[in-house]
Structure formats: structure tokens, C-alpha cells
């Protein structure tokens, strides 16, 4: 491999990336609000009419996905029983709940994905277990830990706010529930609220159209999985070709009468290799503490510096990371690395080269495959894990639409234009993906009012701040169930739930247990650990600079207050998870101040 030809990679990646920069970053996108309002409203669930809540709970949490019921679940084993959880979907299941598009699988390991499988004794079918499985899941962590009794669905939060007096919080919401909670807690998710892409002309479609998180299958036809019978006298447009769009096209391939995928910029698609999970082999390895184990060994092939010993899960996202180890030592095939071209770039170089013939494998027509060949270097988008994305374009009833980096140039009352080529459909799906890089309390519609009357919105103005990514100085017996400026983020996000309940549980239970009325991170604390939170300053210039545009780098912009990358820089995420571990299990809480008051 020679630097002239990595020389020319980088290249072509950076003129890929300038036709997709545009001036109005993130603000081309649109909310699912106004207008189309409609569109985020719940197709899966009906609506039940109750009455106001004007009651008291230990804790509120809101947001009813992994978060929420993993944190009710380890409350309940700490002895905390009263707890309320409330979602504005019609269940449990966050993402799950609403993501319920034909194909929608998880692209993590069901091993380590799917939280709590040795205390609910379920099995995974599948090694990447397919969305209903996963909502199931979700929902039997809430009912096998009683947290339906007192859950609030389609209920959306409107406000809380910390009242000093009586040292509760107010929860209001916007079916006119106010009651008091002792602590709130918030697991929001980051990829939770969709968007639509502001196309000219977006809001002039005569046909149906709807957003890949809210599948309408009222008008496609069979419950998920099934063949989609309504589609195949339709000819029906797919917007996007991220994550959502690369596992539902292989369905919609064969059910429309035309399926046409209109891409900006292509993904990668790594193999998926699934499988189903062979019970015996299941019984075997699951011995007591299987599914800690395995979680450690995934963070550790993940992050740590060194490569362990053992990889258990074996696949595309820790072949990833030992890539990535391996090309940072500089031990890459070829040696003819350069002071100026980093090994990094030799093996993004090289693994693009083989993504891009499993392409010219797969893909029949030779004009189409050269379209679905990504040119961006690795780590700027979440790569995708498919093998029967490529095949669907060799249906003859499937066409690529490529917009050569533009996005689609217009939306009319019949069809999709680009390039001054109007496409006549009877359907549009966008797979137009989430908000990342806005204001957190933007995402969430509310602005919790902490201590003083301050708002969050105020407090995290120039960006979050946080000890642990959980505790909030100034608001006080609130906590957060997230990984934004926690101690690490990798591609499974359950684990770092799963630690951030753990940690929020055994706090409530110190709390409930001496019955202090307050507990409160110091600003002296949330400082120290905010002091080593923060963006490496190489990787963000290479992700302003070098990489194309996406929910990754604000969309080739500056990152802004609200960006993903905040990490707290400790040498490894397992050591991370371990600090936490040690930090609770101490029982000191050091950072954190307990109040009693006079009673
Ligand atoms: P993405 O943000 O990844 O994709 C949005 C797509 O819409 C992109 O292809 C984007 O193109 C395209 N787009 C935006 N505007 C236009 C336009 N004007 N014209 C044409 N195309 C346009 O959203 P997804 O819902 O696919 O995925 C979001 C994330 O959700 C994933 O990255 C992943 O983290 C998660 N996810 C995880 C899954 C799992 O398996 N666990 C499954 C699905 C999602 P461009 O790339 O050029 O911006």
C-alpha cells in the first residue's frame, strides 16, 4: 500500500465532504411540530382516558426506555419501592417503543444489550436480537419489577421544579398531573427526537408520508414482520440511508411496486453474521455472573489501551477497535507511514477498500455500486452491519437515487425532485434520523427550575456539567441516567445505563435509608470532574475538518455547547464503570453532600 494512494483516499474522502457542507448545519433539519405535528403522534397505541394525578412518590423518573425501567428495577432491589415512571409513549420500551420499522434490529450483541437476562432468566433467539424481541424485553424488566402499577403513559412531562420549603420536586405534565416526587430522575435517550429533513416543498406532499419512528402501518400493511401487503400497488420513496433505512429497504424491496432510496451519502454496511442462539450452548456458558463478565470483556475490547486477552463477542464493532489499536501502534501491514500520514489513515484506507468491494460483490448493476461505495473516513459516522441491504438492489423493482451529496432538491404535492427530475410516489419515509447538538432541555420540552429558581437551560447554557454524568449542582435529589459527560461512551449504550442505575439506586437508598431530605452534588465536585471532561483536541479538529458531515460533527460545523463528545478522560472505559462501582460501593459518595432537616 503505498502513501501516494492513501495520499489520494484522503483526497477524494475530503472532496466528498466539502459538496455535502452547507451553511445551515443542523438547522436544515425540522421538527416533528407545527405543521406536522401529526406526524410524532403514537400509531401503536390507543390513548386511555384517566383522571389528574395530585399525589406524592419517592421517586419520579421520566422516560419509560432501558433507563427507566433498569433504574426502577435496581431501586426496587435497594428497597425503594415507590416509584413512578412516566413516557409519552403508550409502554415501556423508549427507542424500542417507538422504532418499530420492518427490519429494526439491534446492531450490539442481545448478550450485552438486553440488560438484566440473568435476573429475568431470558434467553436471546438471535445473537442480534430483532426490535419486538427487544421491546418485549424491555417490558418484562417492568412488569417482572412491578413498575406498570404506577406508571403514567402518553404522558408527557411539562415541568418540574425544586420547591427549597418543602424539599420536594413538582411534576407537572401535559394531561394536568401535578404531583410531588422526593427524587426525579431522567432518562431521556439522545437519539429520542425524530427529524425531518426542511426540503422545499416538504410540507406540500399530497401522498402519505411518515417518519421511520413512527411506522404507519395502518397504511403499509401487516404487523412488524410481515409482508407489508398494502405496498405492492405503491411506488413509495425512502429518504435517508442511515442506520434505519439500511435494515428496512431489504423489507420494502419486495413489497412495493417501486421502491426508490433516495441517498445523500452512502453508509458503510460491515457483515452482520447473525445467528440464532443455541440454547444448550446458552446453558453452558451462562454460569453465575455470565452477563457481568461479558459486559467487561466487550467495555475492555472496546477501550482499553491494551488488547485483552480474550474477545467473547468477536465481531465487526471489537474487530473495529483492535484495528484502530493495532493502526495507532503503528503496526499496520505496510510500513510506509509517514510523519504526516498517521497509520489511522492507512487502515480506514484499507478497511474502506474492502467495504467497497464487498459493494462491487453484491451490487449487480456496476453504476449502482459505485453510488453505494462510502467515502468518509471511518470514525466519522456509526457504521452499519447488514447482509441483505446491497442485495436489494438487485430487485428490479428498486432503484438508487443518488443526489451526488446534495439531498434531495425538492418535495412536490406528487413526488421527490432531484436533479430537475420530478419521481412520482404514493409514499415517503423519512429515515431522516434524530436531534443531536441542540439544547438538552430543547429535547426533552421542559426546563426543570432547580434551586433559586434556575433553570437547567441556564445552568448548561455553554454545555452540560455534571459529576459522573448523573449529579447536577443545583439540583438538588435530581439525577440523570445518561452517558453525556460521564467517564465513557462506546457503542453499548445499556452498560453505561446500566451503571448510571446502579449508581442512582444506591444513592436514593443511602438517602431513604438516613433519611436525609437533600442530596447534592458540590460545585467543588461536579468541577473536579468537569475539569477532565472534554473533547481531545486533535479528534476535534478532525472532525471539523476532515470529516463529512452528520449527527457526529454537528454537521461539519463548529461543535457548539451541545455537542456528543465530552468524554472524561479516563484511561479506559472499564476502569470508568470500575471507578463508579468503587465510588458507590464505598458508601461515602464522595462529591455528594447528604442534608437532614430539623424535624
Ligand atoms: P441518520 O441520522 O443516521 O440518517 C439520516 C439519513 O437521512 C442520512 O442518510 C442523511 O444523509 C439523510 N438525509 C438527511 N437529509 C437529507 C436530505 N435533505 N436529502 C437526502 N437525504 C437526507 O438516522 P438513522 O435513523 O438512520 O440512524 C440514527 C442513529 O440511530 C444511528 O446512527 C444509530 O446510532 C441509531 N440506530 C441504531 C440502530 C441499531 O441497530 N442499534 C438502528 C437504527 C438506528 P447524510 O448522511 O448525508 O446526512
Redesign the pocket.
Known amino acids: 500500500m503505498s502513501r501516494r494512494k492513501v495520499s489520494e483516499h484522503i483526497a477524494k474522502n475530503a472532496a466528498e465532504r466539502v459538496k455535502?457542507l452547507r451553511p445551515d448545519g443542523i438547522d436544515?433539519?425540522l421538527p416533528l411540530s407545527g405543521g406536522f405535528a401529526h406526524m410524532a403522534e403514537d400509531p401503536f397505541t390507543d390513548r386511555i382516558e384517566r383522571e389528574p394525578y395530585r399525589d406524592h412518590v419517592t421517586v419520579a423518573f421520566i422516560g419509560g426506555g432501558f433507563a427507566g425501567v433498569m433504574t426502577g428495577a435496581h431501586l426496587k432491589e435497594a428497597g425503594v419501592t415507590d416509584i413512578r415512571i412516566v413516557d409519552s409513549g403508550g409502554d415501556f420500551g423508549g427507542t424500542w417503543y417507538w422504532?418499530r420499522y420492518p427490519g429494526?434490529?439491534?446492531?450490539?450483541a442481545s448478550m450485552i444489550y438486553l440488560p438484566l437476562l440473568e435476573e429475568t432468566g431470558y434467553v436471546p433467539t438471535e445473537w442480534y436480537v430483532h426490535g419486538p424481541e427487544i421491546l418485549e424485553h424491555c417490558q418484562r424488566i417492568g412488569k417482572q419489577y412491578g413498575l406498570y402499577e404506577n406508571a403514567l403513559f402518553h404522558t408527557r412531562v411539562t415541568g418540574l421544579e425544586w420547591d427549597e420549603t418543602t424539599r420536594l420536586w413538582t411534576v407537572r405534565t401535559d394531561l394536568g398531573d401535578e404531583f410531588t416526587a422526593r427524587f426525579v430522575s431522567l432518562g431521556l435517550g439522545h437519539?429520542s427526537t425524530p427529524k425531518l429533513?426542511?426540503?422545499p416543498g416538504i410540507e406540500t406532499f399530497a401522498g402519505r408520508a411518515f417518519h421511520?419512528?413512527r411506522w404507519d402501518y395502518a397504511y403499509t400493511g401487516d404487523p412488524v414482520g410481515g409482508p407489508l401487503g398494502n405496498l405492492r400497488d405503491k411506488r413509495v420513496a425512502v429518504?435517508?440511508?442511515?442506520?434505519?433505512?439500511?435494515?428496512c429497504v431489504p423489507h420494502l424491496a419486495t413489497a412495493c411496486r417501486e421502491l426508490l432510496v433516495?441517498?445523500?451519502?452512502p453508509?458503510v454496511i460491515e457483515v452482520r453474521n447473525n445467528r440464532p442462539i443455541d440454547p444448550e450452548w446458552f446453558a453452558q456458558m451462562a454460569t453465575p455472573g455470565w452477563q457481568q463478565r461479558w459486559l467487561d470483556n466487550y467495555a475492555a475490547n472496546m477501550t482499553a489501551k491494551e488488547q485483552p486477552a480474550e474477545d467473547l463477542i468477536n465481531d465487526g464493532w471489537t474487530a473495529m477497535a483492535s484495528m484502530w489499536r493495532n493502526a495507532e501502534e503503528g503496526s499496520q501491514p505496510d510500513s510506509d507511514t509517514s510523519e504526516e500520514i498517521g497509520g489511522e489513515y492507512y487502515a480506514d484506507m484499507e478497511k474502506m477498500g474492502r467495504l467497497h468491494a464487498r459493494v462491487d460483490e453484491t451490487v449487480e448493476d456496476p453504476r449502482t455500486a459505485e453510488l453505494l461505495k462510502p467515502w468518509y473516513h471511518l470514525p466519522c459516522?456509526?457504521m452499519?452491519f447488514h447482509d441483505e441491504y446491497l442485495d436489494a438492489y438487485n430487485v428490479p423493482t428498486v432503484r438508487l437515487v443518488d443526489?451526488d451529496?446534495k439531498?434531495?432538491e425538492r418535495i412536490t404535492p406528487q413526488g421527490v425532485v432531484v436533479d430537475g427530475t420530478e419521481y412520482e410516489v404514493d409514499c415517503i419515509i423519512y429515515?431522516?434520523?434524530?436531534e443531536v447538538g441542540t439544547a438538552p432541555t430543547r429535547r426533552a420540552g421542559f426546563d426543570p427550575v432547580g434551586r433559586d429558581g434556575r433553570r437547567l437551560s441556564e445552568y448548561w447554557a455553554d454545555g452540560m456539567r455534571t459529576m459522573h454524568g448523573l449529579h447536577v449542582h443545583g439540583f438538588p435529589n435530581a439525577f440523570l441516567v445518561q452517558p453525556l459527560t460521564g467517564g465513557t461512551r462506546f457503542s453499548n449504550l445499556t452498560h453505561n445505563l446500566s451503571e448510571a442505575a446502579k449508581t442512582v439506586a444506591a444513592v436514593v437508598a443511602h438517602a431513604v435509608s438516613t433519611e436525609a431530605d437533600v442530596v447534592e452534588v458540590t460545585r467543588q465536585a461536579e468541577d473536579a470532574w468537569m475539569g477532565n471532561v472534554g473533547i481531545d483536541p486533535e479528534w476535534r479538529t478532525f472532525l471539523g475538518t476532515e470529516c463529512?458531515?452528520?449527527?457526529s460533527n454537528n454537521?461539519g460545523m463548529d461543535l457548539g455547547p451541545h455537542s456528543l463528545w465530552d468524554e472524561h478522560e479516563f484511561p479506559d472505559g472499564l476502569g470508568f464503570f470500575q471507578h463508579l462501582q468503587e465510588w458507590r460501593g464505598s458508601g461515602e459518595f464522595e462529591g455528594l453532600e447528604f442534608h437532614r432537616s430539623d424535624r
Do not use: H, M
Not at 429494526?104 to 450490539?108: E, K, N, S, V
Not at 463529512?548 to 449527527?551: E, H, I, K, L, M
Open positions: 455535502r436544515q433539519y422504532n429494526a434490529q439491534c446492531d450490539i437519539l429533513p426542511g426540503i421511520t419512528s429518504i435517508g440511508t442511515g442506520a434505519s433505512a439500511v435494515q433516495f441517498q445523500r451519502t453508509s459516522k456509526r452499519t443526489t451529496g439531498g434531495v429515515a431522516s434520523g434524530f463529512t458531515p452528520g449527527y454537521e
